[in-house]
């Protein structure tokens, strides 16, 4: 016979054996369930200011649908609160987890993804994420006489205020703003080209910046490479 425990712990069980010819056999069961040791873990690898989205595995071997609630002891990955999982095959059914890393600092990270269910059982998934310097973008095109906005998103988890350059003087931005965490702000560049009349473009850059304070011990920078045209006329 095969034991499948679903949940750690003892439990206590009989076998009985019956036979027209040999009679009756009882045998008293003593079931020990230790707990599960962890999946296959997941390693995430993505610049600071994005996200990296990976499915994490696990098999679900209830024979009923069954919900898994999920958390993370990190606040670089995110994941649904719940998962419904189908009723499970003979050998399980294998069973997928949307983990989101948006990292808030430079570096390495690590984290344990958790999966329950009174039913279904314990799960724990190790998670563990690189975080690099942010590459520059671009190039971006912004007409004579007109401006764009660049999404630019506060990855932080506090306030924060980011300061705004641009170079040469023939592109124009706000110096600064005040973002709230986790959410994108639009960044307004113009551009007028400079006197004399040449159509040439002109090849120009965005930095955003912001304080060593935001859990970091050294600046970060974005850049946003930029390239100023003619207006149609």
Known sequence: ???????????????TLQSSDLGLFQYDLLLKATPAVSEK?????????????????FIN???????????VDNTDFHVDKLVMAAPGSQGGSEV??????????????????????????????????????????????VRSGSNISIPFKNV?????????????????VKQCEAVRPKKTHQITVSYEAPPGGSKAPV???????CPRATGTAQGIYWVYYLKGVASEK
Do not use: N
């Open 203 to 209: 090849a120009g850059r965005l930095v955003v910046s």
């Open 1 to 15: 016979f095969e034991y499948q425990p679903l949940k750690s712990g003892e439990s206590t069980g009989r076998l």
């Open 41 to 57: 873990p997941l390693y995430f690898r993505t610049m600071l200011g994005s996200s990296q989205t990976l499915s994490a595995k």
């Open 156 to 172: 932080f988890l506090q306030p924060t205020t980011f300061s705004f350059q641009t170079d040469p003087p023939a592109f124009a």
């Open 96 to 141: 997928s987890v949307e983990v989101t890393y948006e990292p808030i600092q430079l570096g390495e990270s690590r984290a344990i993804l958790f999966i329950s269910s009174p039913l279904g059982g314990d799960y724990t998934i190790p998670l563990f994420g690189s975080s690099l310097a942010p590459k520059p973008q671009g190039p971006i095109q």
């Open 61 to 71: 071997y209830t024979r009923q649908k069954t919900e898994y609630s999920c958390k």
